[in-house]
């Protein structure tokens, strides 16, 4: 399948893989994956969010592919991986362990990142063994695990059952999004960027956002707006840390910090003042940082664990 334009264009668009595959998941669902950097180095994968694609980590593959192997894949129906019949967290956890299985080796380990539903993907997989063998850490980016619509502020007003049913139906709509155009623009920095973005990350987004096919965009919506993975995040077990925006209306900060006291492991809480839902393009440089925090404090430990038991060994 031929690479979206806007993967290939601007500054935001992700560097050329050093290969890319087809991972199987239970199902049968195809995914596209992405591998960047030396095989050898410390592994990182990335899962990205509702109507995104692996070029919203542009950013953060061009920082760490110098230094580490970054694996992204785009979800069921986003990117080039085709549209599937199963949408739900099941799936979502299926397709991860689908994609850690086809890039990592037996017992390797990574530092497994999530934006939005990437991070859902991480909690959803959180108790499954494939999960435990292959993740040493995990970054959940602008995400929650229940309540999504009901706190969503999106729209104005007070909090209560009618602003959460027009949050849902304008969150789930069918209506396609069309070109990308400056009100159109305008809106998707409203809802999910800080009022203070950049218009090229502003456009990065707006470009990724809008190749989403309607189709998947709405049946992912219905996934979200029921979602509770309040039992999942007790079981994700491996150190994580937390990054949220404060301005964020998709996924405000009050999820980030209810992760964080939830987490049986939780390494840092990161709050990034007047930055919306779409951190990994807002704040490019602070979610990269916590990349790399995470795999030199785990995935290094790991190294010297392996070298002192080969040393050992007689």
Not at 40 to 67: D, E, K, M, N, Y
Not at 92 to 103: E, F, I, P
Not at 178 to 185: E, H, I, L, Y
Request: net charge neutral.
């Amino acid at each position: 399948m031929r690479r979206p334009a806007h993967v290939t264009s601007g500054p935001y668009a992700p560097p050329a893989a050093r290969r890319e595959l087809v991972a199987v998941s239970a199902d049968g669902a195809r995914l596209h994956v992405e591998v960047h950097g030396d095989e050898g180095a410390p592994a990182v994968v990335l899962a990205h969010g509702w109507t995104c694609s692996t070029a919203f980590w542009a950013a953060q593959i061009r920082a760490l592919a110098a230094t580490h192997r970054v694996v992204a894949y785009d979800q069921r129906g986003h990117g080039r991986s085709p549209a599937a019949r199963e949408h739900s967290t099941t799936a979502l956890a299926d397709d991860l362990v689908a994609v850690l299985g086809a890039t990592l080796a037996p017992g390797e380990r990574a530092v497994v990142a999530g934006h939005s539903m990437g991070g859902m993907t991480i909690m959803a997989a959180a108790a499954r063994p494939e999960f435990a063998e292959h993740a040493a850490a995990a970054l959940l980016c602008s995400t929650g695990s229940s309540r999504l619509v009901e706190r969503a502020t999106v729209l104005p007003g007070r909090a209560g059952r009618v602003r959460t049913r027009v949050t849902g139906a304008v969150l789930g709509s069918r209506a396609p999004l069309g070109p990308v155009t400056p009100v159109a623009r305008s809106v998707l920095k409203y809802a999910t960027m800080g009022p203070g973005s950049a218009p090229d990350r502003v456009e990065a987004c707006a470009a990724i956002v809008h190749a989403c096919p309607t189709g998947v965009r709405h049946a992912w919506s219905r996934v979200l707006a029921g979602l509770d993975l309040d039992a999942d995040v007790s079981r994700l077990t491996v150190p994580t840390a937390v990054i949220g925006g404060s301005a964020d209306r998709l996924t405000p900060i009050e999820h980030a910090r209810g992760l964080a006291a939830a987490l049986p492991n939780c390494v840092g809480l990161t709050e990034l003042t007047g930055m919306g839902h779409m951190t990994p393009v807002e704040a490019p440089e602070a979610v990269t940082r916590a990349v790399r925090e995470l795999t030199a404090r785990y995935l290094d430990d790991l190294d010297d664990l392996d070298t002192t038991a080969k040393e050992k060994t007689p």
